[in-house]
């Protein structure tokens, strides 16, 4: 498996961005996809998820309502629409992927990590 995020970028606070997770190396009809961001100085948190199969979503409390997940089956693309941004978003985003069953929230809990690409925010 393996997954590249792209997408990043600067943008000013109130302003969108859409990021981009694709997947290769097998069928992904049965798996979870997370992204997660760090901050400088912050530890990695959790963000937003989906089941692929099924489209589950699930969100951060401080991303609700802003941002969207979806999944492009067709081109193997996890999405992770991104509006109304906050300086606090700054940071380096990461998609992961899970063979578990369920929607995970915790880091350690994802098998294969992509690379980061830095969304920077400002004020």
């Known amino acids: 498996v393996q997954l590249q995020a792209f997408g990043g970028g600067l943008v000013q606070a109130g302003g969108s961005l859409r990021l981009s997770c694709i997947a290769s190396g097998r069928s992904f009809s049965s798996v979870v996809v997370g992204w997660f961001r760090q901050a400088p100085g912050k530890e990695r948190e959790f963000v937003a998820a989906?089941?692929?199969?099924?489209?589950?979503?699930y969100y951060a409390d401080s991303v609700k309502g802003r941002f969207a997940i979806s999944v492009d089956n067709a081109k193997n693309t996890v999405y992770l629409q991104m509006n109304s941004l906050k300086p606090e978003d700054t940071g380096v985003y990461s998609c992961a992927l899970t063979f578990r069953s369920n929607i995970v929230t915790g880091a350690r809990e994802y098998d294969y990590w992509g690379q980061g690409t830095l969304v920077t925010v400002s004020s």
């Open positions: 989906i089941f692929w199969g099924r489209g589950n979503t």
